[in-house]
């Protein structure tokens, strides 16, 4: 159901259980989810307290709901998209630390994406107080080192400060690069004009 589907991205403290209602219901959280699901908000607190809504299996969040974040929580800084490092251990060889890493730092950051267009999302940092690594979603960094982690090349590649852009993005960059000549800087002009405002693509057409 829509109102679990949402429920399921949304930022919730990590020391308390994940199918159980949280004590607090947000205020942010409570309007967006009723703007989101055209419920009053009375109805979103009844909703909240039912243990049954959060026991429900995570689902993937169809694209009508990636709009309706766009839509309605952007503005609280509600959004859909969350990047968090690939494990909650320290992977750092040298490091005897067994429990889970704890400390959690959360970063705006902003995603580049080929379908959705331009995506504000968080960055959740986690950090080892044993070896004193932090680790990001596409690396560790332990005293200015940077790590890449193992494994395949990530779905979304951090290329600055606070920016992603998705893999796939850069694949079609690529290609437009090797096969019609297109510089990096039209490229990045081309995505612009048709995400941020696709209409130009098509000039006014009014004539
Ligand atoms: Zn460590």
């Known amino acids: 159901?829509?109102?679990?589907?949402?429920?399921s991205v949304l930022p919730q403290p990590i020391n308390i259980p994940t199918d159980q209602a949280p004590a607090v219901l947000p205020p942010t959280i409570s309007t967006f989810i009723a703007a989101a699901v055209g419920i009053s908000e009375a109805h979103v607190s009844s909703f909240w307290m039912r243990d049954d809504i959060w026991a429900l299996p995570p689902q993937a969040l169809t694209q009508e709901d990636k709009e309706l974040f766009r839509k309605h929580?952007?503005?609280?800084?509600?959004?859909?998209?969350?990047?968090?490092?690939?494990?909650?251990?320290?992977?750092?060889?040298?490091?005897?630390?067994?429990?889970?890493?704890?400390?959690?730092?959360?970063?705006?950051?902003?995603?580049?994406?080929?379908?959705?267009?331009?995506?504000?999302?968080?960055?959740?940092?986690?950090?080892?107080?044993?070896?004193?690594?932090?680790?990001?979603p596409n690396y560790s960094a332990q005293h200015g080192t940077r790590t890449y982690h193992d494994g395949d090349i990530p779905q979304y590649i951090s290329i600055g400060a606070h920016q992603y852009t998705e893999?796939?993005?850069?694949?079609?960059?690529?290609?437009?690069?090797?096969?019609?000549?297109?510089?990096?800087?039209?490229?990045?002009?081309?995505?612009?004009m048709g995400t941020q405002n696709p209409n130009a693509v098509f000039g006014s057409g009014t004539g």
């Open 73 to 136: 929580g952007w503005k609280y800084g509600l959004t859909s998209m969350v990047m968090y490092p690939p494990s909650d251990f320290c992977t750092n060889p040298k490091c005897g630390r067994c429990k889970p890493l704890k400390k959690v730092h959360a970063v705006q950051i902003i995603v580049y994406t080929l379908a959705s267009g331009v995506v504000p999302a968080w960055e959740v940092q986690l950090y080892c107080l044993d070896c004193n690594t932090t680790y990001y």
């Open 167 to 192: 893999r796939q993005l850069i694949a079609s960059w690529i290609s437009y690069m090797l096969i019609t000549s297109v510089s990096a800087t039209n490229c990045s002009r081309a995505y612009d």
């Open 1 to 7: 159901m829509l109102f679990s589907r949402l429920l």
